[in-house]
């Protein structure tokens, strides 16, 4: 299976600063259809995963433009260009590429 | 609004079965790819398994693959997941989820918990 490895796993952030999460695969995932399936969720406390970004780099709707997906291959960031109060969760990739899907083990974003 | 909402969790006993629902609605249901996925605190977020449109295509991972089983019924918008021959190890919040083109599953239900105890 394709691990998937985040960094850091904690990350303190002041509101209103930046935040940066690595997400390492142990493959490239870039697939044959020539698209990169990587993925990024948001979970709240007490609520399920929400994505927030598909194949890198693409925002869903709804989600505000603060957050970013960039990266290729094997490496991929999330940034938050400024971190709201909503904004502490913990994030996820997670990856389509190859089977079977596998997710990172997460990074809390907490309050510093 | 597309909604999924999951039920039939509770606690069983090692070696026995439950059967999970999750009623779609908002969303043509038998238009999409389903998915189940898990969240343990000791194995975090674990993809299950899926299906196709009409159910005739399974995938499953290989820590429940000839255990659980997924399928559907379109005409009551219902996904199901049959877990047979729970072990310890299947204890977690269980979350169906719509798949999409990107190989990924977006939304998720809120959740049904499983707990294998004796």
């Known amino acids: 299976d394709v691990v998937m490895t985040q960094s850091p796993l904690s990350l303190p952030v002041t509101l209103g600063q930046p935040a940066s999460i690595t997400c390492r695969s142990s493959?490239?995932?870039?697939?044959?259809?020539?698209?990169?399936?990587l993925n990024w969720y948001q979970q709240r406390p007490g609520q399920s995963p929400r994505r927030l970004i598909y194949?890198?780099?693409n925002r869903d709707s709804g989600v505000p433009d603060r957050f970013s997906g960039s990266g290729s291959g094997t490496d991929f960031t999330l940034k938050i260009d400024w971190v709201e109060a909503e904004d502490f969760a913990i994030y996820y990739c997670m990856q389509g590429t190859h089977w079977p899907r596998t997710f990172g083990q997460g990074t809390k974003v907490e309050i510093k | 609004e597309v909604q999924l909402v999951e039920s039939g969790g509770g606690l069983v006993q090692p070696g026995g079965s439950l059967r999970l629902s999750c009623v779609a609605s908002g969303f043509t249901f038998g238009d999409y790819w389903m998915s189940w996925v898990r969240q343990s605190p000791g194995k975090g977020l674990e993809w299950v398994g899926n299906l196709n449109q009409d159910g005739s295509v399974k995938d499953y991972a290989e820590s429940v693959k000839g255990r659980f089983t997924i399928s559907r019924d379109n005409v009551k918008r219902t996904l199901f997941l049959q877990m047979d021959r729970l072990n310890v190890g299947d204890t977690a919040l269980y979350y169906c989820?719509?798949?999409?083109?990107?190989?990924?599953?977006?939304?998720w239900g809120q959740g049904t918990l499983v707990t294998v105890s004796s």
């Open positions: 989820a719509r798949d999409d083109r990107s190989a990924s599953m977006r939304p």
């Open positions: 194949e890198v780099s």
């Open positions: 493959q490239s995932l870039v697939h044959t259809d020539g698209k990169t399936h």
